[in-house]
């Protein structure tokens, strides 16, 4: 059941999708102090492999050494150069590809070609930023700001679940995508949060919306819940279901038909079955562009034959394939919802069904707000838009309070 007996206006205006204030602040106030999932432990399993990505505006670098994760500011003390490019790899040294000054795991300097003409080199200021990190199960998470909860306060009663989902031996990793995605963030996410556009979007795949019997909505401080069982008059799902539950038991897996999907803010979703867990979080590149890195791991088998585990191997494949499907559905979507967005003249109105969605807008205005005291931090290009009536909750009267302390 849902749980508002109303429907609600966005707590959001239009321009929060496409101006770049917006942006700016979302970065700064949003991704900036909460914690990001950057990607796998497992793929950085070994010394000298590293992820590297932007949390907000800060590009950052997490790289094994010598078994321990660490995370570094990208870019050298030296003249600024990213020490990393490509998304993922391996290398001997965290080596500048500039100038060839090399960094330990607590971001200072170990090796500076022709040292002497840096005399009296302050080795202490001149050191790499590290930032927090964290894991469950796993995904790894950093948080810029260097105060906050710990990760097991973020996630709450769902650190237990999503650990469980994503360790070995019961779960291992079947796919890994980046898809990009012609709109602002928040669109991608919302879409995942209803099923009310099913029908329209969805017509050949899920086929119908569930509908609120069938539904059930929570809500913890950082995070929303869905959950249901895919029970629909389909006979392609009717099949699925059949399937599916005849792959769990040759993977010696109890099985059942339901589904559940959590978010947790901002930009974390995850969707559960008995048989996958998907993970994907949506990462903003521009105001009105963004991509979404998705991971999507396969329950294994209890079984010591090659039968069942063959058997758990090509699940995860058509699993994988089905979810990409589902996917392409949504995006061929969010171009239509960007342009609209940027011609609108009022806020959104949201249904009972989409109370997940004003939550979630909740979170990102009440967040701006806390944090508003970073205005100051703005580009000053930027700061009379991004204070301007409608951005968030923010106020030229609060940003120049905040300038003049």
């Not at 003409?117 to 260097?146: A, H, M, Q, W």
């Not at 963030?185 to 069938?214: A, C, M, N, R, T």
């Not at 048989?275 to 009105?288: A, D």
Request: glycine share 6%.
């Amino acid at each position: 059941m849902y749980q508002s007996s109303v429907a609600f206006e966005s707590p959001l205006p239009p321009r929060m999708f496409f101006a770049p204030d917006a942006h700016a602040l979302e970065n700064q106030c949003v991704f900036e102090t909460t914690w990001q999932l950057i990607g796998l432990a497992s793929s950085i399993s070994k010394p000298g492999q590293y992820l590297s990505t932007e949390v907000g505006s800060v590009p950052i670098v997490v790289r094994n050494f010598d078994g321990e994760l660490v995370a570094l500011r990208n870019v050298c003390s030296h003249r600024h150069c990213t020490l990393v490019s490509a998304r993922q790899g391996k290398s001997e040294k965290l080596k500048c590809p500039f100038h060839g000054w090399e960094y330990g795991a607590d971001g200072r300097t170990r090796k500076i070609p022709a040292a002497k003409n840096f005399p009296d080199f302050d080795r202490e200021r001149y050191t790499i930023t590290s930032f927090p990190i964290e894991r469950c199960g796993d995904l790894l998470f950093v948080r810029i700001s260097k105060d906050g909860p710990s990760l097991q306060e973020w996630l709450g009663e769902l650190f237990s679940k999503i650990e469980a989902w994503t360790s070995l031996p019961d779960w291992k990793p079947t796919v890994s995508r980046t898809l990009p995605m012609p709109a602002n963030w928040k669109i991608p996410v919302e879409v995942s949060l209803e099923s009310y556009h099913i029908p329209e979007v969805h017509p050949q795949s899920f086929g119908e919306d569930p509908g609120e019997s069938k539904s059930e909505h929570a809500f913890a401080k950082n995070s929303s819940s869905f959950f249901t069982s895919f029970n629909t008059p389909r006979l392609v799902d009717k099949l699925l279901k059949v399937y599916e539950s005849f792959i769990m038991k040759v993977l010696g897996t109890p099985f059942s038909a339901k589904y559940e999907h959590h978010h947790i803010y901002p930009n974390l979703l995850i969707s559960h079955t008995p048989s996958l867990t998907l993970v994907q979080i949506v990462r903003p590149l521009t105001e009105t562009t963004c991509v979404s890195d998705v991971w999507q791991f396969g329950r294994q088998s209890m079984r010591r034959n090659p039968i069942s585990k063959t058997t758990a191997w090509l699940w995860g494949r058509f699993t994988g394939w089905l979810s990409y499907q589902i996917l392409k559905e949504d995006i061929r979507i969010f171009s239509h919802v960007q342009r609209g967005e940027r011609a609108a003249t009022d806020r959104s109105i949201l249904g009972r069904c989409e109370e997940r969605l004003y939550a979630f807008e909740k979170f990102l205005h009440d967040q701006i707000e806390s944090q508003k005291g970073r205005c100051n931090t703005i580009n000053d290009s930027h700061k009379s838009a991004s204070c301007s009536e409608g951005a968030a909750g923010c106020s030229q009267t609060s940003c120049d309070a905040e300038a003049a302390k």
